[in-house]
């Protein structure tokens, strides 16, 4: 940042000018207007200790059509507290078109570099934009751009995988049958039986056919309060079954791959939460059992024993709940979880593997029409809840995990410098980014001041000063809130610090952390990709 030459465009002006307003990017003082009796009274807002001191000032007059004109003078110190810009000595008025770069001079005028990673030689020339900051001096930093992460979390998986092709026809049965794609009439073929709830496996259900027709179609569950077998009655695409009793039903989703594991989702499709601490089983089979579909069961079950023909297996995997798992929603979990540590191969998960879970019994409903060559004409047998338990997997096909996004938080460390005599006080920030659907960035800053043994003293607390978010209604501020506006940007870091500290005195010190959260919403995150932090250097009091 080089040194601006000044543009005198009024010359003198007498202390006792009635200002018109205070705008924002202007004097880091903070001073007030005066009063329109012509007096210039105490601001009331930042302190001071030397009755009768005199510190230079900086205010805004005005702004119209893109030039804004500030005075440039001094305060006195009266009663504790600084008088209004002017009220000392000779004033001068200073115009300039906003955005527009001052003139330069040869030698620098208070750039000091980064003091974090990655430090580099800041232009802070953004915060001249405003004659009204004429010592302004701080630091423009490229962030990188710096952004959010995909998780490499199990729990944090979000939404179900597609069944990749190899395992269509083995685990949902609207494929290649006999009598064409149709899950009501599994396996038997004819208008009059079958079993339905083993029709569709790997967390899908039997749905009537959208328009009506009669040829039903495994349909893949979501994640939600209606993804249950009630939750799918009704309508056009009506559902094949329901609970008959209030218990869950579980069932095993398409495992996809993170970091190296294989993760599996455990749903509850049924009419009741399976209970926090219960532990769930899982069992590890061959491709056999899945060959050319995984097993129907036949029986039909009965009410009083509702378990009795559910098949156990040797158990691989123990996933003890650490909440209620909930009618409509899943848990995921890791290979890594597993006896050996791992899948491998062509292979197949059966979930409840040792019965210790009662699953609801199934009553299956008439989907399609009445009268119907290809949908059932009356209610199947009741079935039991465990005959949709399979899923399939290739450990070489398995599709990618989707993540959600996780929050980052970074810390930075700022000096300012000044000479002898004054002190930095932090005054702006402006930034730019985006932040889409609903996540957004928080700015909080933090001040702390140099002892006289030359270390440094407690900080002080942190102040919120900005959130930068889509929607930009207050308390929300823009995507982009650059240094020479409009309002309400750049963003004042006295008030807030002050604030926090109780304290005018609270933004002074001569260094400032700054705390930068990029908060997601879910799979998208905020990017940020420059930041400006602006002081100026004032009397020491």
């Known amino acids: 940042m080089k040194k601006a030459r000044r543009s005198r465009v009024v010359a003198l002006v007498t202390p006792f000018v009635s200002i018109a307003a205070i705008l924002y990017g202007c004097s880091s003082d903070r001073v007030d207007a005066t009063s329109d009796t012509g007096t210039m009274p105490p601001t009331g807002i930042e302190t001071c200790q030397t009755e009768g001191a005199i510190r230079d000032c900086h205010t805004a007059v005005s702004e119209e059509n893109g030039v804004r004109t500030c005075m440039h003078g001094t305060q006195v110190c009266m009663g504790g507290r600084w008088s209004a810009c002017g009220a000392s000595g000779e004033a001068m008025l200073e115009s300039r078109v906003l955005g527009v770069h001052p003139p330069e001079e040869e030698e620098p005028n208070g750039v000091r570099p980064q003091t974090h990673l990655a430090a580099g030689d800041p232009d802070a020339r953004a915060c001249r934009l405003n004659p009204c900051t004429p010592d302004c001096r701080g630091y423009d930093e490229d962030a990188g751009p710096l952004g959010t992460d995909a998780s490499l979390k199990f729990d944090a998986v979000v939404g179900t995988s597609a069944t990749p092709p190899g395992f269509v026809d083995k685990l949902l049965r609207d494929k290649a049958n006999s009598w064409g794609a149709d899950c009501e009439r599994w396996e038997t073929g004819d208008n009059t039986t079958g079993h339905v709830h083993s029709a569709c496996q790997s967390d899908y259900y039997c749905q009537r056919h959208a328009s009506g027709g009669t040829d039903g179609r495994c349909a893949q569950f979501a994640e939600g309060p209606n993804e249950t077998h009630a939750g799918k009655l009704g309508g056009t695409t009506n559902g094949g079954v329901e609970c008959l009793d209030a218990y869950p039903d579980l069932t095993l989703g398409t495992p996809c791959s993170l970091?190296?594991?294989?993760?599996?989702?455990?749903?509850?499709?049924?009419?009741?939460?399976?209970?926090?601490?219960?532990?769930?089983?899982?069992?590890?089979?061959?491709?056999?059992?899945?060959?050319?579909?995984?097993?129907?069961?036949?029986?039909?079950?009965?009410?009083?024993?509702?378990?009795?023909?559910?098949?156990?297996?040797?158990?691989?995997?123990?996933?003890?709940?650490?909440?209620?798992?909930?009618?409509?929603?899943?848990?995921?979990?890791?290979?890594?979880?597993?006896?050996?540590?791992?899948?491998?191969?062509?292979?197949?998960?059966?979930?409840?593997?040792?019965?210790?879970?009662?699953?609801?019994?199934?009553?299956?409903?008439?989907?399609?029409?009445?009268?119907?060559?290809?949908?059932?004409?009356?209610?199947?047998?009741?079935?039991?809840?465990?005959?949709?338990?399979?899923?399939?997997?290739?450990?070489?096909?398995?599709?990618?995990?989707?993540?959600?996004?996780?929050?980052?938080?970074?810390?930075?460390?700022?000096?300012?410098?000044?000479?002898?005599?004054?002190?930095?006080?932090?005054?702006?920030?402006?930034?730019?980014?985006?932040?889409?659907?609903?996540?957004?960035?928080?700015?909080?800053?933090?001040?702390?001041?140099?002892?006289?043994?030359?270390?440094?003293?407690?900080?002080?607390?942190?102040?919120?000063?900005?959130?930068?978010?889509?929607?930009?209604?207050?308390?929300?501020?823009?995507?982009?809130?650059?240094?020479?506006?409009?309002?309400?940007?750049?963003?004042?870091?006295?008030?807030?610090?002050?604030?926090?500290?109780?304290?005018?005195?609270?933004?002074?010190?001569?260094?400032?952390?700054?705390r930068i959260s990029l908060m997601p919403a879910l799979l998208v995150g905020p990017t940020l990709y420059s930041y400006n932090l602006a002081y100026a250097c004032v009397a020491a009091e």
Not at 341 to 360: I, P
Not at 391 to 398: P, Y
Not at 443 to 452: D, H, K, N, P, T
Request: hydrophobic share 35%; charged share 10%.
């Open 259 to 514: 970091a190296g594991a294989i993760v599996t989702p455990i749903c509850n499709r049924g009419a009741a939460p399976v209970p926090a601490g219960t532990v769930i089983t899982v069992a590890e089979e061959g491709p056999s059992l899945l060959t050319p579909t995984a097993p129907t069961l036949t029986a039909t079950a009965d009410p009083a024993a509702p378990m009795l023909a559910c098949p156990t297996f040797t158990v691989d995997c123990n996933i003890t709940l650490a909440a209620d798992l909930n009618p409509g929603f899943c848990v995921r979990f890791s290979s890594a979880q597993c006896a050996g540590g791992g899948f491998s191969g062509n292979g197949s998960l059966y979930v409840n593997a040792n019965k210790s879970v009662r699953e609801c019994v199934i009553q299956p409903r008439v989907l399609g029409p009445p009268i119907s060559a290809h949908g059932p004409t009356a209610e199947q047998q009741l079935q039991y809840g465990c005959a949709n338990n399979w899923t399939g997997f290739n450990a070489s096909q398995i599709p990618a995990c989707i993540t959600a996004q996780e929050p980052k938080i970074v810390t930075y460390e700022y000096n300012g410098t000044c000479p002898a005599g004054s002190v930095p006080q932090w005054t702006k920030l402006a930034w730019s980014s985006t932040t889409p659907s609903t996540s957004y960035i928080l700015f909080e800053v933090r001040v702390r001041s140099r002892l006289a043994d030359g270390g440094f003293g407690d900080w002080g607390p942190w102040a919120t000063v900005g959130r930068a978010k889509q929607s930009s209604a207050p308390p929300d501020d823009p995507q982009s809130c650059p240094m020479n506006g409009p309002a309400p940007c750049p963003k004042d870091l006295f008030a807030p610090l002050s604030d926090a500290g109780a304290s005018g005195l609270a933004a002074r010190g001569e260094q400032l952390e700054i």
